[in-house]
């Protein structure tokens, strides 16, 4: 073992010699910059998630409005204002809908019609804290701002404090093509 001991000091005293706690900082520096542009491309492990719904849809009971499974919040991000003292189109009261708000297009399977649905932070309050849904269906990337809902859509309002988010159906989707 005195030779693993040897070698490692020889091997340390080489770089002590060739290099400078600046230029380790500056190495340390780019590992951490560019391990922070490989992690956001690495995939996500949604497993866990596939089968809580695959168990609820076993139950065989259609989602109410205070769950999250319900149609009308297939982009939802955020506490339910049903849950929260409001509605599903209304915000509780002491709390305003933000001016802005980002939009989704969900699928009712009751109708088989595709509708677009607006999402609207309630803003004012502390958040709620109950019934918290992150759906995320086909969510697009943060630089599509009104297509993405990992923002903070209080920021226009007054107070900037989000409480909960709900989900007005705004008109039915026109097919592509």
Same mark, same amino acid.
């Given at each position: ?15 002590? #010699? ?30 866990? +998630? ?15 409005? +205070? ?8 982009? #939802? ?96 989707? +026109?097919? #592509?093509?």
């Amino acid at each position: 073992m005195k030779w693993l001991d040897e070698f490692f000091e020889r091997r340390t005293r080489k770089v002590a #010699q060739r290099a400078s706690r600046r230029s380790a900082l500056i190495g340390i520096g780019k590992l951490l910059v560019g391990s922070a542009f490989v992690l956001p491309v690495l995939p996500f492990d949604r497993t866990a +998630q596939a089968a809580g719904a695959a168990m609820k849809k076993a139950g065989g009971k259609a989602p109410t409005e +205070q769950d999250c499974e319900y149609w009308r919040y297939c982009a #939802q991000d955020g506490y339910l204002c049903n849950c929260c003292g409001g509605t599903a189109t209304s915000c509780p009261p002491g709390t305003e809908a933000s001016k802005v708000s980002w939009i989704g297009t969900c699928h009712n399977p009751e109708d088989g019609k595709d509708y677009l649905i607006s999402y609207n932070d309630c803003c004012g309050k502390t958040a709620c804290g109950r019934c918290f849904c992150n759906t995320n269906e086909r969510e697009m990337p943060g630089y599509r701002m009104g297509l993405h809902n990992d923002i903070n859509w209080c920021m226009a309002n007054d107070s900037t404090m989000f409480h909960c988010t709900m989900a007005t159906v705004v008109g039915l989707a +026109q097919p #592509q093509g």
